[in-house]
């Protein structure tokens, strides 16, 4: 509960502190073409014209029926600061749309990205995708199954990928063994009852198709399928020798997993930071 109002309360703040003497924010462009607020995304950049800077696209989780770019404020400001140019983006949620969709639309912020984020200070050829919880999902479904990009008529601009306590690395597997409780409802109406839907909407079902480079966090404390799908993901990601890094934090929940991301000095940073330096 403690840490739930924290979290609350910095992102209440965030209009305030956000006018940062060293960070510049630019706010609700649409990269859809469209008037949609689910289609709009936020970006973070020194005010100092630094130019080919690494990009980060932060995927925000929430169930997939829930969550907001304004939230991550923080997220954005602080990986700015380390001269990385961020953009958190917006993707159009449940009911109104199924996963699909969501993923599709993710792809297409990370289009607008790329065609756009050179003004900005940011490097079009160093764009590395995180997502927490079920924007881990979207994150590594869009960059592991080949049609997002291939209906966008581009190759997979994606350097690397970080999964921050990621959810739904196997909806398969998932909601095969799940409980059929709230949750179970809900992410069905996400996924559907077709389990060869679960199939397709699921990471890991095409990790043969992944080659760039991946940071994997979780927590010792969140939900049991993440952390045996987490670990999948890095065992399959090394049989397959992609270059994988995972990091186990201690004693951390779900919602604690990115909500310490809060304060800048948070360990998660320097981790980040040395896994784009590492990633040629």
Known sequence: MRFKIIFMLFAFLGQVFTASAQIRVEKNINYA???SQANTLNIYHKKAEINNQDVIIFIHGGSWSSGKKETYWWLGRNLAKKNIVTAVINYPLAPSVTYKEMAAASAQAVKWVRDSIAKYGGNPNRIFLMGHSAGGHL????????????????PNPIKGVILNDAFGLDMNQYLTEAEKDNYYTDFIRTFSSDSKTWQIGSPLFYVQEIDNPHLIFYGTKTYPAIKIQSKRMNKELESLNVPVKLEIIEGKKHVPMIAQMIWGSNRLYKSIVNFLTETK
């Open 33 to 35: 073409g469209n008037n």
């Open 139 to 154: 994150a590594e479904l869009i960059n592991a199954d080949p049609q997002y990009f291939k209906a966008l008529r581009m």
